[in-house]
């Protein structure tokens, strides 16, 4: 399984610490105290991978010394994130996602009156539409 490991700078502020990775201009986060600003930067990281990848942009080398920014405040900890991209594409790919659809009145009726899950017909029939086997599909995208 692929690992990316990105150093990550957390510079400490007020109110806890912000993050940004150097290595990846853009992907930043914040947490109020230090682990969750380790949790939140790991799922930054990790959206910030899948977008790039999504994208078609080429996924920087992780560097082995980062260039911190001088404006960065004291105190700041570099520490490694790490994130497994094919773990967070698959959560991302087959998330459920709302999606509006429009019928007669009289059919909406003549459903719910049979209780219908309306998500689970559609995907049915929107994967037969497809010609999509569901069962090949387990753990892929779908």
């Given at each position: 399984m ?11 502020t007020e109110?806890?610490?912000s ?12 947490g109020e105290?230090?682990?969750?600003a ?5 799922d930054?990281?990790?959206l910030?991978?899948?977008g790039?990848e999504k994208d ?7 560097s082995k010394?980062?260039?911190?920014d ?8 570099v ?6 991209p094919?773990?967070?594409?698959n959560?991302l790919?087959?998330?459920a996602?709302?999606t509006n659809?429009t019928?007669?009145?009289w ?8 209780g219908?899950n309306y998500?689970?017909v559609?995907?049915a ?9 569901p069962s090949s599909?387990q753990?892929?995208?779908?």
């Open positions: 692929r690992k990316l490991t990105y150093l990550a700078v957390f510079e400490p109110t806890g610490y993050v940004y990775f150097p290595d990846l201009p853009g992907c930043t986060s914040y105290g230090f682990e969750e380790q949790r939140q930067a790991a930054a990281l990790g910030h991978i899948y790039m078609g942009d080429k996924i920087p080398d992780q010394e980062p260039q911190v001088p404006e960065t405040a004291s105190g700041y900890m520490s490694p994130v790490t994130i497994f094919d773990i967070v594409r959560e790919d087959n998330r996602v709302k659809l019928i007669p009145a059919l909406k009726e003549i459903a719910e009156a049979q219908v998500s689970k559609f995907q029939a929107l994967m037969d539409y497809l010609g999509i086997n599909m753990g892929q995208k779908q």
